[in-house]
């Protein structure tokens, strides 16, 4: 099962506003991935973070790796029409290759 | 551009065939994972290599599936006998070690 915990689960935003969703782990990650799924696509890779405190951005999009190694962030500037679609985030433990999922976090952008 | 290429992009089989899944990893890349995607589940981590070794599949049922990289360039993921209940986009990624992980654009697989 998953071990990590998104949230929000959906999110309804209007164009312009900024975005902003979390996850958390009951265990250490030494490693923070954030992902965007379209319909019918793969996940495509927006961030990595590889250290605690971090935080790292890509465009319009933030990232943070929490300073407990058990949490991250990924906020949205500025939203536009085209963030439309599910948000995972993705965790790695210090003791393996093993990477783990978030439930997702669907955001709808109204216009 | 490097990508994780998957074979087929949908398929549609009858309960009880045999289904196999093919991933062509990234050049370069030696971890390889195999994840399934349902509404209910989310993505689930059935399966993973690293070295073309199989370091945990855990998260697959065993007696039906099985994960397999004959070498670097190729894994597969068969299911045999295939079910209902197998339905479900199949997603391979591939990574570098600890960096990120690139997926596959995925199957689509229906069985009927």
């Known amino acids: 099962g998953q071990q990590l915990n998104q949230s929000p689960q959906s999110m309804f935003i209007q164009e312009g506003e900024d975005v902003s969703m979390n996850c958390t782990s009951s265990s250490i990650f030494n490693t923070w991935l954030w992902y965007k799924q379209d319909p019918g696509e793969g996940p495509v890779l927006l961030i990595a973070?590889?250290?605690?405190?971090e935080l790292t951005s890509n465009g319009r999009l933030t990232a943070q790796f929490g300073i407990t190694r058990k949490d991250s962030f990924l906020n949205i500037s500025a939203s536009i029409p085209s963030d439309v679609g599910i948000y995972f985030c993705?965790?790695?433990?210090?003791?393996?290759?093993?990477?783990?999922f978030g439930a997702g976090t669907t955001v709808t952008v109204r216009a | 551009d490097a990508r994780v290429t998957q074979t087929p992009r949908h398929k549609v089989t009858e309960m009880g065939q045999e289904v196999t899944m093919r991933c062509q990893p990234i050049l370069g890349h030696n971890t390889v994972f195999w994840y399934r995607q349902t509404m209910m589940q989310g993505l689930e981590l059935l399966a993973y290599f690293r070295n073309r070794a199989p370091l945990d599949d855990s998260g697959m049922p065993k007696d039906r599936f099985s994960a397999e990289m004959p070498d670097a360039t190729l894994a597969t993921l068969k299911i045999q006998p295939s079910e209902p209940r197998d339905s479900a986009v199949y997603f391979c990624?591939?990574?570098?070690?600890?960096?990120?992980?690139?997926f596959g654009q995925g199957t689509r697989l229906t069985v009927v």
């Open positions: 973070l590889y250290k605690a405190g």
């Open positions: 993705a965790g790695q433990p210090s003791n393996d290759y093993k990477l783990s």
């Open positions: 990624a591939s990574g570098l070690g600890r960096v990120r992980a690139f």
